[in-house]
């Protein structure tokens, strides 16, 4: 009996163990082909999280048939999908942004295309595409934002200034980039750091207390024997250009370089003074604004000429300035850019590449920064 009932009771725990076994296969199955599915999405470059997301929603197949799309990856990840709008998230560029998906169902919403919601995306962060989809439908994108450093920001001032001068649309862009449509010194930037390729302008200002780096006083022997200080990096290339032309029995040196903040005050009240306020504001820059406290600008002339512009100097260093990394700073074609009046003897150090890109493509600095470095 004893022995009898130990069998059975064997028996009984083998059927367990037997459908344990099973139901465990069965898992493992499931699992394995669980994560078959994943890797085959996950190959595609999806996330484990949208996989898991696309799984659940039965989309593989769809998926699998568009590939590696990352606009679809984040959709699968946001908890903004629109199920809807699954054939537009396909098309749409991918862009790396906060809130993506969310901004996208509203653009489509608004009823834009998928190349508005293209052009949106990739001229402006996401707080200005957020700015921006608190308006209605708007005309006009293409012509203004087909021009890659235009601003979802300034879209607005395009409109506006267009309308106003009937000028092309890059030229629209740039000049509203620049703040061009807003009076001089107002609601200015503060430009902080230091750097060769620095924007300073009458929308661009440096601080009371701003200093260049490296200031070194110029040899006498390069200027007009006054003393002056300016970058170190950009006095030697001064004295390189200066030793070139002198080669060529040409001579050029400094009227003037560095000035501080309280310089130029000091020259802006003198000039007050002596011709007014609309003098000024026409001819000279405002204790900040001027280039001349960046370190990198100088007044260049010659001592064998008294009227530079007419000088053989100045012929040579209009075609000669860019080898050694400055650019004329302020021509008389482009002084609705300056908006400087002409000054032939103004040059600025910029580094060799830049000046020779500006010189290149007959810009001015202004141009340079809104196509290459505000972005
Ligand atoms: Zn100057």
Redesign the pocket.
Known sequence: MKKIKSIKLKDKYVNILKITGVILCIFLGIFIFFRKQINDLKKYGYSEKASYNILFSFKKDYILSKGENKTLNAAFESKDYNENNLDRYAKINYVKQDNLIKNINKLIKIGYSNDDIDLILTHGDATAVERFIKRDKVKYLDEFFSIDYAKLDNYDRYVAYSDETGENDDYVVLYVNLNLDEDAYTDSFKVKNFSYDMLINKHRYLDKKFKPKNLVKIDTKYTNDNEFYANKVAVNAFIDMANAASKDGLDLVIN?AYRSFDDQLEIENTYRNLYGDDYVTKYVAKAGYSE?QTGL?F?IGSKSSRIFSNSKEYKWVLDNAYKYGFIHRFPKKYENITQISN?PW?FRYVGKKIAKKIYEEDMTLEEYFVKFLDK
Do not use: K, M, R
Request: glycine fraction near 0%.
């Open positions: 003037s001349h600008a007044d000054e103004h």
